[in-house]
């Protein structure tokens, strides 16, 4: 059920010249067994020459997915928000989902530009593939995908070995909270990932994947839209009981109030659990803290049920 609202190139030619042939020249000579065509998250065939030496990444995800897999050492460029590991604060920027840095890309001579299928603008990765540039676009909608993208740019990267390693390590995780929590009581749940205007997110979106393995049924699972905008409304009409919120700019790791919008209000008998973005809003390993948390702040609220407690 859902009655929300939906909301709904000038490159200098010597720096083209040299990163189609200056770069592959001086490449010559180097003996390498090149990587299979593999197909990204576009059915796209993505067919490299070698394995890559210089990757692009125009997310935060996939540059915390490329550190993960063991391809660190090959990023060459990264977008504005990219933050996480400290090692990607000194790699030059790109711009950002809303305003790549063509010029720039080109300069860093990328053999691989890995972009974000659903964040990364349809006409910015045209630009780049009409240069003649490598781009793999990569979603994850199920925290089943991330495994399979450290896998993915492990075989790009030439780094199967930690690719691999840290994967397995990742599903070892991942079915240690599955078992942990099933068949758990179903808790009506909503997620609030952004406040202006008030956004949640549908049955397709991987943090909806972290209220199913929590027990938690997604109150907008059914919206057209992967973030859906919505209203007070819709939330009164949903009467989720507990809600996850990730909108907080004043994060700290503590209990924060929503500036006083959910509490006091009509949605008062609804329990608030606090996510950092990084980990829930980010398709990476380190979304599994997010959902342990997530997980275990749910078995708070069955117990405050079950126990007549105010959980406000």
Known sequence: MWLGKLGSFCVIPALLWAWTSGAAGARQGVEETPPPSLTDDRGHHVRLSHFSRRIISLSPSITELVYAAGAGDKLVGADLYSDYPDAVKSIPRIGDASSLDLERIVALEPD????????????????????GMNVAATEASRLEDVPRLLRLIGQWAGTSTQAESAARAYENELRTIRDSYAGREKVRMVQLIWRHPLMTVNGNHIISDIISICGGVNMFASAPALTPVIGMENLLEVR???IVSSISPRFDGREIRLDGWIRGSAMEG????????DLIHRQTPR?????RKVCEELDKVRFATRSGIDPM
Do not use: N
Request: no cysteine; proline share 6%; aromatic share 6%.
């Open 112 to 131: 691989l530009v890995i972009a974000w299928r659903s964040g990364s603008a349809a006409v910015d990765i045209r630009r780049l593939e009409r240069l």
């Open 240 to 242: 989720p009981r507990a």
């Open 287 to 291: 979304i599994l803290q997010a959902a």
């Open 270 to 277: 609804s329990d608030v659990i606090f996510i950092h973005p």
